[in-house]
């Protein structure tokens, strides 16, 4: 891989999500010595669910947004559907959390469905 590339900017960007989710749990664990394992684990679970939000649309935009060439067809209907663009829709998962993906959608003017992402 390419020095600089996408895949190198993202890896460093993660890498320096979880040194500053690090950095904030020590500081908030040397202010709270006290505090039951449940309370670490409240400081802990949402900002693991955002990191791992983050990589998770990091990985999924990996192989692109969803878009082909054309001849996409409605499975419902069996009609052309048409590219409207690419849109951003915030996806949650019931383990990881929410994150927010832009893909390619598309719609079928034939029975008004939509389809995103592809595949």
């Not at 904030?24 to 949402?46: G, K, N």
């Not at 649309?57 to 690419?86: D, F, I, S, T, W």
Request: glycine residues 10%.
């Amino acid at each position: 891989m390419a020095p600089g590339s996408k895949r190198d900017r993202d890896k460093e960007r993660i890498m320096s999500a979880v040194e500053e989710m690090y950095d904030e749990l020590q500081a908030w664990r040397a202010v709270h010595p006290e505090a039951s394992f449940d309370e670490i684990a409240a400081q802990v679970t949402p900002r693991r669910r955002a990191l791992i939000g983050e990589l998770l649309e990091m990985l999924a935009g990996q192989h692109g947004n969803g878009a082909v060439p054309e001849g996409l067809v409605c499975e419902g209907c069996g009609q052309a559907m048409r590219y409207k663009g690419e849109f951003r829709r915030e996806v949650e998962h019931y383990l990881e959390g929410e994150t927010e993906l832009e893909r390619a959608y598309y719609y079928c003017a034939h029975c008004e469905g939509g389809l995103f992402p592809p595949g």
